[in-house]
């Protein structure tokens, strides 16, 4: 059982942190009061093995109840479960600009008479003791969001390749182009096994369909290419801070040829130590 406690600055990145986590496997929440966590986790343990990962978010939001955020951890390490924290910092010039700019409210607004830079002075006094208990602090004052990303997958994450998705999805283009997909691959130009009559009815997933759409060397050329395009761009994306990217392959009914390209891409990607699966969407239609 893990158990990942992040807390922090208001505008310091909390929300952003908590998004990436959740797109890591951990069960989330957000602005749990802290007399709530050590019973939480109770919980989660209680349901054996089927919540694994928990992150929750504690912070000057909960008010006075956050001066129990210590012996709520003070007490779940008693039972020796080894608790993380995950500290968001930031520059209070920083988090003036911030908040000037989203015209957000600090939660600590009222305490210092209306004025924000008392009220960023405050949360940093009240926040301190446990600032000094974190495993991890990340300073976001110069971070972009997938700079702030990185750093959590590379803390949490036991490779960035686990973090990251590869879907690939085949469709067809008469039932139209789906609105998820990142990249969108057109395949009807290749050899068409509809058209024959012992292929008709079978999918990309047979292997005489297979073999006939592999067997020409236009679709081995293509994939080729593809493969070539894909592994230059994949990790690119990776950097760029996307946790998940979607492959879409088209065919006219998404039943054969895309099927058949779809399924040897996430093979691909497999190989190469992605998470990669594979979705077809339309391969039960008009049956």
Same mark, same amino acid.
């Given at each position: 059982?893990?158990?990942?406690?992040?807390?922090?600055?208001?505008?310091?990145?909390?929300?952003?942190?908590?998004?990436?986590?959740?797109?890591?496997?951990?069960?989330?929440?957000?602005?749990?009061?802290?007399?709530?966590?050590?019973?939480? &986790?109770?919980?989660?343990?209680?349901?054996?093995?089927?919540?694994?990962? +928990?992150?929750? +978010?504690?912070?000057?939001?909960?008010?006075?109840?956050?001066?129990?955020? +210590?012996?709520?951890?003070?007490?779940?390490r008693s039972t020796g479960i080894d608790v993380k924290i995950l500290f968001l910092d930031c520059a209070a010039n !920083?988090?003036?600009?911030?908040?000037?700019?989203?015209?957000?409210? @600090?939660?600590?607004?009222? +305490?210092a008479q209306g004025s924000l830079e008392k009220a960023v002075q405050a949360e940093q006094l009240m926040l301190s003791?446990?600032?000094?208990?974190?495993? #991890?602090?990340?300073?976001?004052?110069?971070?972009?969001?997938?700079?702030?990303?990185?750093?959590?997958?590379?803390?949490?994450?036991?490779? *960035?390749?686990?973090?990251?998705?590869?879907?690939?999805?085949? &469709?067809? &283009?008469?039932?139209?182009?789906? !609105?998820?997909?990142?990249?969108?691959?057109?395949?009807?130009?290749?050899?068409?096994?509809?058209?024959?009559?012992?292929?008709? @009815?079978?999918?990309?997933?047979?292997?005489?369909? #297979?073999?006939?759409?592999?067997?020409?060397?236009?679709?081995?050329?293509?994939?080729?290419?593809?493969?070539?395009?894909?592994?230059?761009?994949?990790?690119?994306?990776?950097?760029?801070?996307?946790?998940?990217?979607?492959?879409?392959?088209?065919?006219?009914?998404?039943? @054969?040829? *895309? !099927?058949?390209?779809?399924?040897?891409?996430?093979? @691909? &990607?497999?190989? =190469?130590?992605?998470?990669? =699966?594979?979705?077809?969407?339309?391969?039960? =239609?008009?049956?």
């Amino acid at each position: 059982m893990e158990l990942i406690v992040i807390t922090g600055l208001s505008g310091a990145g909390k929300s952003q942190a908590v998004n990436v986590m959740e797109d890591m496997g951990y069960y989330c929440i957000d602005n749990i009061p802290p007399a709530l966590i050590a019973r939480f &986790f109770e919980v989660c343990i209680q349901t054996e093995g089927k919540v694994s990962k +928990v992150a929750v +978010v504690a912070d000057a939001r909960s008010g006075d109840f956050f001066y129990e955020l +210590v012996g709520q951890l003070d007490q779940i390490r008693s039972t020796g479960i080894d608790v993380k924290i995950l500290f968001l910092d930031c520059a209070a010039n !920083v988090l003036v600009r911030r908040y000037k700019e989203t015209r957000r409210r @600090h939660p600590l607004l009222d +305490v210092a008479q209306g004025s924000l830079e008392k009220a960023v002075q405050a949360e940093q006094l009240m926040l301190s003791p446990i600032k000094e208990r974190a495993n #991890y602090v990340i300073d976001t004052s110069l971070l972009s969001i997938s700079q702030l990303k990185q750093r959590i997958i590379d803390i949490f994450a036991e490779s *960035s390749s686990e973090f990251f998705q590869l879907s690939t999805l085949s &469709f067809g &283009f008469k039932y139209g182009v789906p !609105v998820e997909a990142d990249l969108v691959f057109d395949v009807r130009f290749l050899p068409n096994p509809f058209y024959i009559d012992e292929l008709k @009815h079978q999918t990309g997933l047979d292997q005489p369909v #297979y073999d006939y759409v592999f067997e020409r060397q236009v679709t081995r050329d293509f994939m080729n290419k593809l493969l070539d395009l894909l592994d230059f761009t994949v990790p690119l994306y990776q950097q760029e801070g996307k946790s998940q990217l979607v492959i879409g392959i088209g065919c006219t009914g998404g039943k @054969h040829r *895309s !099927v058949a390209i779809a399924e040897t891409i996430c093979r @691909h &990607f497999g190989e =190469k130590g992605y998470k990669s =699966k594979v979705t077809h969407r339309d391969i039960l =239609k008009d049956r």
